[in-house]
């Protein structure tokens, strides 16, 4: 069946620091792949996503591009910033279906 | 426009026990998908509904269960409560089927004492 492997955690950075969440991904066929942010007490908000292969997703600063050829969808940003403390979660869906599949979820801490 | 909502926030309740979620869709979302977050398992797909009719199912025993109204509106019910259902239980909802990009409520937390 489909899984998502993401790099473990906790991470912690310093503010203004390169980040990089490492995911790939198993699953059959050309699955759209997706970056959830889930902050403290909150439910899960989508950050990006992308549908096929060689599409970059971005969204405030994140990237993240789908690389077929690897299997991965690595999550980077050039600076982060206190406020991107988060968990982070790598997640997939078969075409036209609704149900995701999650990785484990990387915590992530900036500190100042 | 309002996000996801469900009610409610925060739920204890005893072994045995039965407990139901609700959980009201954005306005015009006529898809609801249910999951279970845990720090073992981490999150996992319980079950999706569209006009009132279960399209996919998790791999969950029968004591989960769902369903979904005509107003869209969902509510999931697990029965004889078991201590590892303690979890945050988050929806999501989505325009349409064809639609992957979900939206998710804030959650209920259940602790089963």
């Known amino acids: 069946g489909n899984s998502v492997t993401q790099m473990e955690g906790p991470v912690t950075l310093s503010e203004e620091a390169f980040l990089t969440i490492n995911c790939t991904y198993t699953?059959?066929?050309?699955?759209?792949l997706f970056w959830y942010v889930q902050y403290p007490g909150e439910g899960l908000q989508l950050l990006l996503k992308?549908?096929?292969?060689?599409d970059k997703g971005s969204n405030k600063g994140f990237e993240a591009t789908y690389r077929k050829e690897t299997t991965s969808f690595h999550l980077e940003k050039g600076s982060v910033q206190v406020s991107d403390s988060a968990v982070y979660f790598c997640a997939l869906s078969d075409k036209g279906a609704q149900k995701l599949v999650f990785g484990q979820g990387t915590r992530l801490t900036i500190n100042p | 426009k309002a996000g996801v909502t469900q009610t409610p926030r925060y739920l204890i309740k005893t072994r045995g026990q039965q407990v139901t979620l609700s959980c009201s869709p954005i306005s015009g979302h006529r898809s609801v998908s249910w999951y279970q977050q845990t720090p073992g398992q981490g999150l996992q797909f319980l079950f999706e509904y569209f006009s009132e009719t279960q399209r996919n199912k998790g791999n969950f025993p029968g004591r989960f269960s769902g369903r979904q109204f005509s107003n869209s509106r969902s509510e999931m019910n697990v029965s004889t409560l078991e201590l590892g259902d303690s979890a945050l239980y988050l929806c999501a909802s989505s325009l349409e089927v064809t639609n992957n990009e979900q939206f998710f409520g804030p959650g209920t937390r259940l602790t089963v004492l």
């Open positions: 992308a549908t096929k292969a060689d």
């Open positions: 699953a059959t066929g050309y699955p759209s």
